[in-house]
């Protein structure tokens, strides 16, 4: 889990051309570095060899701009050979299929059918632009970063206590975002209905549009109680101290009070707002209160409470429409889908896409230029290196997938003759 702890002096993240990995700097992670036992036995949830992998396809992305679909390995070595020669900047994981994906062109391509895939869940830092002040752009912060980590905690609650998901991974995307690879039995063998339905539960703010208040129904599903429970306890200290939005009054006309709803409260913060203008985000966080009570003229108790029981709920709206996760809605809903593998390298910033654990920011993923350096210096031994602790992590989570999938939900594969 990815800690929410504060930073002093954050420093984005910036790709320089020196970071940037070459084909012989590719070719030679994947010849000395990268975890291919690890990868394939996740893949295939089992130490030995089955149809989970051999029928599983991979793609792999090249520099010139080239794309090679349905690649399928039978084994640990064909796997690590075939990736080494071709030296791809990235491969790509996708669904486990009836037959080979490899054999494709000898068979019927209707005979080709995906059967399963791990569900997945993709959260990226574009999604916050219009509340992130920090870092703009590609770039990220520890700041910033914080919204990563509190959508990442909410995901986890939900896969864990409505879904009952427990085999699940976060993996940093390599520049801003992060994949969540959620192994059970359960989710893998879900077909596209069903993985569009668990999105549909998920996705609750499917787009920050600042026109418009989220006005979600109300009394909120127990799900969505958790989680504005849990995104209150840090709004003040990301949203509204961090981060600030709303000092630029502009932005606070566009989207802060469009969340409100009461039109005559509304015209009463803007003229306020225009009279008294920077005032922070969170001194005006706190004049919604003050003028509500003090300026807003209603005629009884009654429509007091009710006036004020609205003003609530749209701030707890207020509150999800800022922090909580908005995921890609592409990469979840179809099995055959296809997303980076863990530990790729991304071709921008030359950073590892290593799994999220412990007290993980962008600036901690180990790049590729220093990890060749770390090797010159360890005797090209991988233990020795700031990757062996994220390997360590993955195959503690590839043990725990293999043995959860030894007694489970049981699948049978179509076999097409």
Request: with cysteine; glycine share 2%.
């Amino acid at each position: 889990m990815t800690s929410l702890s504060s930073v002093n002096t954050p420093e984005p993240t910036i790709a320089t051309k020196s970071s940037i990995p070459s084909s012989s700097d590719m070719e030679y992670y994947y010849r000395s570095m990268y975890p291919f036992k690890e990868i394939f036995e996740w893949l295939n949830h089992s130490e030995v060899p089955s149809k989970d992998m051999t029928n599983r396809e991979l793609a792999m992305a090249f520099r010139s701009g080239a794309y090679k679909r349905y690649n399928s390995f039978s084994s640990i070595a064909e796997f690590k050979s075939t990736i080494e020669k071709s030296n791809p900047d990235r491969f790509e994981i996708g669904a486990i299929y009836n037959k080979p994906p490899k054999e494709r062109d000898s068979i019927l391509k209707s005979e080709l059918k995906p059967l399963e895939k791990e569900l997945i869940f993709d959260i990226d830092m574009d999604d916050y632009d219009l509340f992130r002040t920090c870092c703009s752009g590609a770039m990220v912060c520890d700041k910033c970063w914080k919204f990563i980590s509190l959508a990442i905690q909410v995901i986890n609650i939900c896969l864990e206590e409505d879904f009952g998901f427990k085999d699940y991974i976060w993996v940093f995307s390599g520049r801003r975002g992060a994949h969540c690879w959620i192994s059970d039995k359960r989710a893998r063998i879900l077909n596209d209905l069903q993985r569009r339905n668990i999105l549909d539960y998920v996705n609750v703010v499917r787009d920050r549009k600042y026109d418009k208040r989220l006005a979600l129904r109300r009394p909120y599903h127990p799900h969505l109680v958790r989680s504005v429970e849990l995104l209150k306890s840090h709004f003040v200290e990301i949203i509204l101290e961090e981060q600030d939005p709303w000092q630029d009054d502009k932005n606070a006309f566009e989207t802060l009070l469009t969340g409100l709803h009461d039109k005559v409260l509304i015209d009463a913060l803007r003229k306020y707002w225009t009279e008294n203008p920077g005032r922070s985000s969170k001194q005006k966080w706190n004049d919604i209160d003050a003028i509500a009570t003090n300026d807003v003229k209603i005629n009884n108790n009654k429509q007091r409470n009710d006036f004020m029981t609205r003003l609530r709920e749209c701030k707890e709206d207020v509150v999800l429409a800022t922090l909580y996760p908005k995921l890609d809605v592409e990469v979840t809903k179809q099995t055959i889908h296809l997303l980076k593998a863990p530990f790729c390298i991304h071709p921008a910033t030359g950073n590892v896409c290593v799994p999220i654990f412990k007290d993980f920011t962008p600036m901690a993923a180990p790049k590729l230029i220093d990890l060749q350096n770390e090797m010159e210096k360890n005797l090209s031994k991988v233990e020795s290196t700031s990757l062996q602790p994220y390997i360590q992590y993955f195959h503690a989570f590839v043990e725990q997938v293999i043995s959860h999938n030894s007694s489970g939900v049981k699948r049978e594969f179509e076999e097409v003759d």
